[in-house]
């Protein structure tokens, strides 16, 4: 080996042991989608080897999973015609990644598209031709992995608002869209800060947690350009994984609100969908209480730990396993940044991919550390899971929680969506 | 136990699981839920058209020869391939692991002797769901290494072994594992397996002392003994054999020889073996080198005792003779180099030891009728594993004596599960030296897992579906002031 490359293995070595995390995406042939770190051609033979071990087992008539090693976590999922890889420091919630990462794939392609690219064009195609952007929706993922404490819960999060608000904003956005006489709008979503504010849908339609992450991680692709409005074509999985939708994407008050998402059948809504917004924005401006309704919209009212009346309490986490819906108190010392929040955060991760080994078999959970103590109380109703200090003793943690419950049930038509949403004609 | 045919000697085959009176249920054989296991050496294999040549022993042998190499050559290839992502300065552990699923197989592979070797295993998921066994797959792989240390124990290493002949190390590992997988064994409860421990005896201090007296009289007689090992009835008391060895040396002597042993004492006095002259003049005898009972390679030439290898300073292998001599219910065992032998005086041995022995053993045995038991007796009912890593000992209500048998019923299946995943998300972590986690599960059983300083009590606790965190808050609280107050004091 000449001395340039031992150079460039020495380089590619320490890249892939640097990184904490990566995922790779490679077709069943062989051939390099997407990897995390960008260089996804310089990684061609590692990217062969991995196509050459699960085409190897699938000749024995078994699908390879995952290989590890200590500090190592590789974790495979074959989804014809695409392998993709995670490599990971740590062992959690791996699969459901990769779920989600390849949902998000389909999104941008299809499952049908998926399916027949390879047969119209060949084993050789590259089909980053077809996905262009896709880095994006990527690191939105893994943004989401390790930021939102929902993302594995499989529920709605939802933003915290007054009961009347929400009511007002639903009806409006069902009587705009039913009085521009459109047919073809399945969904309209109300979205801020990765929570969902209200939606409207056709009877018929129904919109799963797993396909509005989707949508979640499609606003945080656009994050940076509010302004403006976006049409874009979209596949959501779980409500047909052969069709596109087309997502008119806007945010509210030149940018400065929640973002509005209007999903249609039709390719060439853009302009009805477009005068949409407008109408509801000038709505809005009608409303006895707008002022109070674009502050909280804005700067979102906190669900104060302090209504709990515990000290030692620091972060919860509160679904009604019914509706399916989720909501979180907001940041409070001593875990407010993000950096900090993640720490936390872990320790929800950890539980849910403990709960899921053991088929979610698991009805309470006391877990005491060093730096906080996390408490879990699964039900078939609900679900609480409180971060303490870790000083917090079982009693207090206890009482804590029976007392909280009260509080939530009491509060649950303003922390969750509760409204009949089925409004919109079609 | 069977009796297996080794050249001219019969011999028996040791049983590599518990006593013969723990309930079945306990424990499951691993050929069972085996598909494969093998021994390679990549460095035989690099030819191509020979790669073939790397497998030095592969089980089911049925198994077609191209699919040996498939397997053995897989494995080389998820080594090498998760290799990349170490820092070239990352110092791999001695046991480096490659745990590999799929949605058939369950495998594992372990690099011995500098990387040298890789043993594979692989277990089929279905028997193990068929047999409601949990496959925690770091247990297992304590297990292989286990097997591993055993093979080296009797044989020496691979290499020392490759080095006299590729023939003879194929041959040994066939001789020893052929007959070792089929008697092999695995616990339900795949902690256990996991902790590689050592049953330690309760004892008062001034027997322990007298013990220890004891050994530093017969080390300073006899400078030629290098290492000892003291067991009463089938508890640890004292040793000095290497952190390395002593699991699977406490495993041998106690699984097969004790066992043995004490069987043989529960025979009529009118049996064969029964040297009358000794009778007189002392209380105990010799139970190895005297009889035919012997486990290994040949006896050597120099003397009639079993040859064990036991690690140096440095992790060399080196070959000891194994004198056991056993008076009422203890055993004293001596490690002495094959190269020492000629001088070490047997007689003056049994001379100087006999007296002494049997009257500590008899000291000591007084005072362990006195050392109830009382856990079972508790009004609370549970179960318990406790593992002190730094003393490798290793407290267990689930392996225990017939004659405490617990009336607690044993947790369901899905418990056993729930305790590895549990340790493995909150406990086996190197960051955090104290943790504590309880869990309310199936069939409202409480799993409660405490480390303090790298020691680790688990609990398992049947309970009521009314009781809540703090109900078990009380009564661990009470389990572990009643019978476990001294465990985490440093």
């Given at each position: 080996?000449?001395?340039?490359?031992?150079?460039?293995?020495?380089?590619?070595?320490?890249?892939?042991?640097?990184?904490?995390?990566?995922?790779?995406?490679?077709?069943?042939?062989?051939?390099?989608?997407?990897?995390?770190?960008?260089?996804?051609?310089?990684?061609?033979?590692?990217?062969?080897?991995?196509?050459?071990?699960?085409?190897?087992?699938?000749?024995?008539?078994?699908?390879?999973?995952?290989?590890?090693?200590?500090?190592?976590?590789?974790?495979?999922?074959?989804?014809?015609?695409?392998?993709?890889?995670?490599?990971?420091?740590?062992?959690?919630?791996?699969?459901?990644?990769?779920?989600?990462?390849?949902?998000?794939?389909?999104?941008?392609?299809?499952?049908?598209?998926?399916?027949?690219?390879?047969?119209?064009?060949?084993?050789?195609?590259?089909?980053?031709?077809?996905?262009?952007?896709?880095?994006?929706?990527?690191?939105?993922?893994?943004?989401?992995?390790?930021?939102?404490?929902?993302?594995?819960?499989?529920?709605?999060?939802?933003?915290?608002?007054?009961?009347?608000?929400?009511?007002?904003?639903?009806?409006?956005?069902?009587?705009?869209?039913?009085?521009?006489?459109?047919?073809?709008?399945?969904?309209?979503?109300?979205?801020?800060?990765?929570?969902?504010?209200?939606?409207?849908?056709?009877?018929?339609?129904?919109?799963?947690?797993?396909?509005?992450?989707?949508?979640?991680?499609?606003?945080?692709?656009?994050?940076?350009?509010?302004?403006?409005?976006?049409?874009?074509?979209?596949?959501?999985?779980?409500?047909?994984?052969?069709?596109?939708?087309?997502?008119?994407?806007?945010?509210?008050?030149?940018?400065?609100?929640?973002?509005?998402?209007?999903?249609?059948?039709?390719?060439?809504?853009?302009?009805?969908?477009?005068?949409?917004?407008?109408?509801?924005?000038?709505?809005?401006?009608?409303?006895?209480?707008?002022?109070?309704?674009?502050?909280?919209?804005?700067?979102?009212?906190?669900?104060?730990?302090?209504?709990?009346?515990?000290?030692?309490?620091?972060?919860?986490?509160?679904?009604?396993?019914?509706?399916?819906?989720?909501?979180?108190?907001?940041?409070?010392?001593?875990?407010?940044?993000?950096?900090?929040?993640?720490?936390?955060?872990?320790?929800?991760?950890?539980?849910?991919?403990?709960?899921?080994?053991?088929?979610?078999?698991?009805?309470?959970?006391?877990?005491?550390?060093?730096?906080?103590?996390?408490?879990?109380?699964?039900?078939?109703?609900?679900?609480?899971?409180?971060?303490?200090?870790?000083?917090?003793?079982?009693?207090?943690?206890?009482?804590?929680?029976?007392?909280?419950?009260?509080?939530?049930?009491?509060?649950?038509?303003?922390?969750?969506?509760?409204?009949?949403?089925?409004?919109?004609?079609? | 136990?069977?009796?297996?045919?080794?050249?001219?000697?019969?011999?028996?085959?040791?049983?590599?699981?518990?006593?013969?009176?723990?309930?079945?249920?306990?424990?499951?054989?691993?050929?069972?839920?085996?598909?494969?296991?093998?021994?390679?050496?990549?460095?035989?294999?690099?030819?191509?058209?020979?790669?073939?040549?790397?497998?030095?022993?592969?089980?089911?042998?049925?198994?077609?020869?191209?699919?040996?190499?498939?397997?053995?050559?897989?494995?080389?290839?998820?080594?090498a391939f998760t290799e990349n992502f170490r820092k070239r300065a990352e110092v791999v552990a001695e046991y480096?692991?490659?745990?590999?699923?799929?949605?058939?197989?369950?495998?594992?592979?372990?690099?011995?002797?500098?990387?040298?070797?890789?043993?594979?295993?692989?277990?089929?998921?279905?028997?193990?769901?068929?047999?409601?066994?949990?496959?925690?797959?770091?247990?297992?792989?304590?297990?292989?290494?286990?097997?591993?240390?055993t093979f080296r124990l009797f044989y020496g290493t691979f290499s020392d072994l490759f080095e006299t002949g590729?023939?003879?190390?194929?041959?040994?590992?066939?001789?020893?594992?052929?007959?070792?997988?089929?008697?092999?064994?695995?616990?339900?409860?795949?902690?256990?397996?996991?902790?590689?421990?050592?049953?330690?005896?309760?004892?008062?201090?001034?027997?322990?002392?007298?013990?220890?007296?004891?050994?530093?009289?017969?080390?300073?007689?006899?400078?030629?003994?290098?290492?000892?090992?003291?067991?009463?009835?089938?508890?640890?008391?004292?040793?000095?054999?290497?952190?390395?060895?002593?699991?699977?040396?406490?495993?041998?002597?106690?699984?097969?020889?004790?066992?043995?042993?004490?069987?043989?004492?529960?025979?009529?006095?009118?049996?064969?073996?029964?040297?009358?002259?000794?009778?007189?003049?002392?209380?105990?005898?010799?139970?190895?080198?005297?009889?035919?009972?012997?486990?290994?390679?040949?006896?050597?030439?120099?003397?009639?005792?079993?040859?064990?290898?036991?690690?140096?300073?440095?992790?060399?292998?080196?070959?000891?003779?194994?004198?056991?001599?056993?008076?009422?219910?203890?055993?004293?065992?001596?490690?002495?180099?094959?190269?020492?032998?000629?001088?070490?005086?047997?007689?003056?041995?049994?001379?100087?030891?006999?007296?002494?022995?049997?009257?500590?053993?008899?000291?000591?045995?007084?005072?362990?009728?006195?050392?109830?038991?009382?856990?079972?007796?508790?009004?609370?009912?549970?179960?318990?594993?406790?593992?002190?890593?730094?003393?490798?000992?290793?407290?267990?209500?689930?392996?225990?004596?017939?004659?405490?048998?617990?009336?607690?019923?044993?947790?369901?299946?899905?418990?056993?599960?729930?305790?590895?995943?549990?340790?493995?998300?909150?406990?086996?972590?190197?960051?955090?030296?104290?943790?504590?986690?309880?869990?309310?599960?199936?069939?409202?059983?409480?799993?409660?897992?405490?480390?303090?300083?790298?020691?680790?009590?688990?609990?398992?606790?049947?309970?009521?579906?009314?009781?809540?965190?703090?109900?078990?808050?009380?009564?661990?609280?009470?389990?572990?002031?009643?019978?476990?107050?001294?465990?985490?004091?440093?």
């Open positions: 080996m000449s001395a340039v490359d031992e150079d460039n293995e020495e380089d590619q070595r320490e890249l892939l042991a640097a990184l904490p995390y990566q995922i790779w995406i490679l077709s069943e042939y062989g051939k390099p989608i997407f990897s995390s770190c960008g260089r996804e051609d310089e990684m061609s033979s590692f990217f062969a080897l991995i196509q050459v071990l699960v085409k190897r087992y699938e000749t024995w008539e078994n699908g390879l999973k995952s290989i590890q090693t200590s500090g190592l976590h590789i974790e495979i999922s074959f989804r014809a015609p695409l392998i993709l890889c995670i490599v990971s420091r740590h062992p959690f919630n791996l699969v459901l990644q990769l779920d989600i990462v390849f949902n998000q794939i389909l999104s941008m392609l299809s499952r049908k598209s998926l399916k027949d690219v390879y047969e119209k064009k060949g084993d050789h195609f590259d089909l980053r031709r077809w996905l262009d952007g896709v880095d994006k929706r990527v690191n939105a993922c893994v943004k989401g992995f390790n930021e939102d404490p929902v993302v594995f819960s499989s529920g709605f999060r939802i933003l915290p608002l007054n009961c009347s608000d929400r009511e007002f904003i639903v009806n409006l956005m069902a009587t705009s869209i039913n009085e521009a006489n459109l047919n073809n709008v399945a969904f309209a979503i109300l979205v801020a800060h990765r929570q969902l504010i209200a939606i409207v849908r056709m009877k018929k339609c129904n919109l799963t947690a797993s396909d509005f992450n989707i949508v979640v991680n499609l606003i945080e692709t656009h994050n940076s350009l509010r302004d403006g409005e976006r049409f874009v074509p979209i596949c959501l999985p779980n409500f047909n994984q052969n069709g596109y939708l087309h997502a008119y994407i806007s945010y509210l008050w030149e940018g400065a609100g929640p973002c509005l998402l209007l999903l249609s059948t039709s390719p060439q809504a853009f302009y009805d969908l477009s005068k949409i917004r407008i109408d509801i924005e000038d709505k809005m401006l009608q409303y006895k209480r707008y002022a109070q309704l674009k502050n909280s919209l804005t700067q979102p009212d906190p669900f104060f730990i302090k209504q709990m009346a515990c000290n030692e309490l620091w972060h919860f986490m509160y679904k009604n396993v019914q509706l399916s819906q989720i909501c979180c108190s907001s940041p409070e010392k001593p875990y407010i940044t993000v950096e900090e929040l993640e720490y936390i955060f872990r320790g929800y991760f950890k539980f849910s991919d403990m709960a899921r080994r053991v088929n979610n078999r698991v009805k309470m959970f006391f877990y005491q550390l060093e730096t906080f103590s996390l408490f879990s109380w699964i039900t078939e109703s609900f679900e609480l899971h409180c971060i303490f200090s870790p000083f917090v003793t079982k009693k207090t943690a206890w009482m804590t929680a029976e007392n909280m419950l009260k509080i939530l049930r009491k509060y649950e038509k303003k922390v969750f969506f509760t409204l009949q949403p089925g409004l919109l004609n079609g | 136990m069977e009796r297996v045919l080794y050249g001219k000697k019969t011999a028996y085959m040791m049983s590599p699981g518990y006593s013969a009176t723990t309930p079945k249920s306990e424990f499951l054989k691993l050929i069972d839920l085996m598909e494969y296991f093998f021994v390679s050496r990549p460095a035989s294999g690099r030819r191509e058209g020979f790669e073939y040549q790397r497998v030095m022993y592969f089980n089911p042998e049925t198994e077609n020869s191209s699919k040996q190499t498939d397997v053995s050559g897989v494995a080389e290839a998820f080594i480096d692991h490659r745990f590999v699923k799929s949605t058939k197989l369950l495998e594992i592979f372990v690099q011995v002797e500098n990387s040298e070797y890789i043993i594979g295993l692989g277990l089929n998921r279905q028997a193990c769901n068929e047999h409601d066994y949990f496959v925690h797959m770091s247990s297992l792989k304590a297990l292989l290494i286990r097997t591993y240390e590729k023939g003879i190390l194929m041959q040994r590992l066939d001789q020893f594992f052929s007959h070792y997988l089929s008697l092999l064994r695995v616990h339900q409860i795949p902690l256990i397996d996991l902790f590689s421990g050592v049953g330690f005896m309760n004892m008062p201090p001034v027997d322990y002392l007298d013990v220890q007296c004891l050994i530093s009289r017969c080390s300073e007689s006899f400078p030629m003994i290098k290492k000892t090992l003291f067991l009463y009835q089938d508890k640890m008391v004292e040793y000095s054999v290497s952190k390395n060895d002593i699991i699977v040396v406490y495993r041998y002597l106690t699984q097969h020889l004790v066992q043995s042993a004490v069987q043989s004492e529960l025979k009529p006095v009118a049996s064969a073996t029964y040297r009358e002259t000794e009778t007189k003049k002392f209380i105990g005898k010799f139970i190895t080198g005297v009889t035919e009972d012997f486990i290994g390679q040949e006896e050597s030439v120099d003397h009639q005792f079993p040859n064990v290898f036991l690690s140096d300073d440095n992790g060399k292998m080196i070959s000891h003779a194994l004198i056991a001599y056993r008076a009422l219910n203890a055993t004293f065992c001596l490690f002495v180099k094959n190269e020492d032998m000629p001088s070490l005086d047997l007689q003056e041995l049994q001379q100087s030891l006999d007296s002494e022995l049997s009257r500590l053993a008899s000291n000591i045995g007084d005072n362990v009728s006195s050392i109830t038991r009382t856990i079972t007796s508790s009004d609370i009912p549970f179960h318990y594993v406790y593992y002190n890593p730094d003393s490798l000992s290793l407290k267990t209500s689930f392996v225990d004596s017939p004659s405490d048998l617990s009336n607690v019923p044993l947790p369901p299946p899905a418990i056993y599960k729930q305790v590895c995943e549990t340790f493995d998300h909150f406990i086996d972590t190197d960051t955090e030296k104290f943790a504590q986690v309880c869990c309310k599960a199936d069939d409202d059983w409480w799993v409660v897992v405490k480390k303090v300083n790298g020691r680790v009590l688990t609990l398992f606790i049947p309970s009521t579906p009314t009781s809540n965190i703090t109900d078990i808050h009380d009564i661990v609280e009470q389990i572990i002031k009643s019978y476990f107050l001294n465990l985490f004091i440093v």
